[in-house]
């Protein structure tokens, strides 16, 4: 088994982040999984990657508590919990009175899972490091309360993972806000080579923090309507800010892109 990262297309229309992690010594890192409706599909994948009937995870990462982010972890538990092991979750949620505006229902789904699984819960902090076989983890940011806008998406728990010779600076949905204390607090931290496009590309971090990243390969889980801005009008003609976004990288000069539009997505290490 060679390191990679597969980044996992959506099986609804809607949008979805999942990413399964293999390396070199045998490790399943997953990180989030995507709605309900993409949990057959990523315990499919996770069975012809691993080989195994009943595949285990070695670690799962959530970046926040929105459902196209951690349903499928739900689901899969819900219904399917004798097709898959786990040893540990990684996560940082901010508490429900914080998110009683946006996310606050999925997080009590969180929080009534964890009675059953809270010797299998981390809570992470900024500094941590984690070492999950060949793939080092490194948390650059959790939920800044103090924080008054877009609050789940401001709550992603950002990770750095280095593997191999690849560093990717794993964004979840953060918002501006967030960026920007996370690019005050740790400028030399966020440098990386492959950044996941936050919020799908659309409306995350600006371009400043994309700029401070100093990236040269982007993933962007973004079904093709985002992509293209097109919910039936054609391209670019709806609300969302991709096609902007994909011009602040044109800029940057970045070339490598991988996006879930195109299926199943395998970037190498």
Known sequence: MEN??????NNTHTQMMS?????KSG?????DGGNTLDAPYLLQRLRELTGQKKPHVDAWFFTHAHSDHVHAFYELYDKYLDCFSFDKIYCNFPSKQYLALDGAATLQKFYDLQGRIYHKVVTVSVGDVYQIGEAKFEVLYTADTTINDNWCNNSSTVFKMTLGDRRVLFLGDLGVEGGHVLMRNMPEAIKCDTV???HHGQEGVDEAFYNATECKTCLWCAPDWLWDNDRGGGFNTASFKTVIVRGWMEKMGVKEHYVIKDGDQLITC
């Open 196 to 198: 996941q496009m936050a």
């Open 19 to 23: 990413f399964v992690i293999l390396d």
């Open 27 to 31: 490790k399943v890192i997953v990180i």
């Open 4 to 9: 990679c990262i597969w980044m996992l297309k």
